[in-house]
């Protein structure tokens, strides 16, 4: 089976600009996460999504962050504007029920 | 509030040596997870452990789950060079039908040859 597929697997901006990162995640995948990843850190739940609604984004900077997916299966993650600290991997994954499968990630550089 | 704690946060050892990374887990939860991350790659999932006294075994490997202490061990027997990457123990728990996951600091480790 295909992987979750994230883009760009890179991306370096300066502060206060605006980026967005795309996941497809496993076909069939109800669920699909997004988790921000500091150096050194453990992955950190952004947003969580059912099929095309959200079931938890209380970790999310609202006031930056926004995050949607459309009809159920791709989704966006968006950051406008952007700070320095945002520098981390976003990491996409999805699950059927368990474990999660991860993509291989879109590393920000912030600067 | 769901918190995961693993020590140590690093470690480095010798190869053929034996050493255990431990997992701690502030509430009941449904399922425990070991993940592996290699440098500049994602996790890859190693071990899904379900029930009080599952152990599960891969290769030199060995993972075990008490929830009653609420704690999960990663085993390594004989170590050797290729385990070297950073290992993420994760506790799930149902919510409105869903799982979230929630992972821990991580374990970076590194194997000398």
């Known amino acids: 089976e295909a992987g979750v597929a994230q883009s760009p697997r890179y991306k370096i901006i300066e502060k206060r600009q605006s980026v967005a990162f795309w996941c497809n995640p496993i076909?069939?995948?109800?669920?699909l996460y997004w988790y921000q990843q500091i150096l050194g850190q453990g992955p950190k739940l952004l947003i969580q999504?059912?099929?095309?609604?959200?079931?938890?984004d209380s970790q999310l900077p609202k006031d930056r962050f926004s995050a949607e997916r459309l009809k159920g299966v791709d989704s966006t993650l968006k950051i406008q504007p952007a700070k320095l600290e945002d520098s981390a991997v976003y990491l996409c994954?999805?699950?059927?029920?368990?474990?999660?499968?991860f993509g291989n990630g879109t590393r920000l550089t912030v600067t | 509030e769901l918190k995961v704690e693993q020590n140590p946060l690093f470690l480095s050892m010798q190869e053929g040596k034996n050493y255990t990374i431990y997992c701690n887990y502030s509430?009941?939860?449904?399922?425990l997870y070991w993940y592996r991350q290699d440098p500049g790659k994602s996790l890859e999932s190693l071990f899904v452990?379900?029930?009080?006294?599952a152990v599960k075994q891969e290769g030199r490997l060995m993972a075990s789950l008490d929830t009653k202490a609420r704690l999960s061990t990663l085993h390594i027997t004989a170590a050797v060079h290729d385990l070297s990457a950073t290992y993420f123990c994760?506790?799930?728990?149902?919510?409105?039908?869903?799982?979230?996951?929630?992972f821990g600091t991580g374990t970076r480790l590194k194997v000398l040859a």
């Open positions: 994954a999805s699950s059927s029920d368990s474990p999660l499968h």
């Open positions: 076909s069939g995948h109800a669920t």
């Open positions: 509430t009941t939860s449904d399922r």
């Open positions: 452990l379900l029930s009080n006294g």
């Open positions: 994760a506790v799930d728990r149902s919510t409105s039908g869903t799982y979230k996951y929630i």
């Open positions: 999504f059912q099929n095309n609604g959200v079931v938890d």
